[in-house]
């Protein structure tokens, strides 16, 4: 069996500020390998659903650039899984609301009692 099996390499572009609407030039780039198809994913489908499976994908892309250093955005998930921001934004609040942490670049959130911008570098 292939050890690579549902994994992948994604590049995150970090660009410099510029006035609202312009973008800026690319100031550095990190390469995150992400795991979008796990062997237990069939699985998770057959049992709870297509709803459940992108929670529980959406949690696991999180924690892997997490652990890499990074935060993914919206779009980030958006381009990974193929499904809308809104769709997303629903399922990150339903997955918050039953005790998930679900980190994302671009939201502001409290964390150990100070306000921190996400999209900050994670330690």
Do not use: P, W
């Not at 796990?38 to 924690?63: C, F, H, P």
């Not at 502001?108 to 911008?117: D, E, M």
């Amino acid at each position: 069996m292939n050890m690579d099996f549902g994994k992948l390499r994604y590049h995150i572009a970090t660009r410099k500020k510029v006035k609202e609407g312009q973008i800026g030039e690319i100031v550095s780039t990190k390469s995150l390998r992400l795991t979008l198809i796990d062997m237990n994913d069939e699985d998770t489908l057959s049992a709870q659903g297509l709803s459940e499976l992108r929670k529980k994908r959406i949690v696991r892309l999180t924690e892997e650039a997490q652990k890499q250093g990074m935060l993914l955005s919206y779009e980030d998930l958006n381009a990974l899984l193929l499904s809308s921001v809104s769709t997303l934004k629903r399922d990150v609040s339903l997955l918050e609301k039953h005790g998930c942490v679900v980190h994302l670049k671009g939201r502001r959130k409290v964390l150990r009692g100070q306000k921190v911008a996400e999209g900050e570098k994670v330690r």
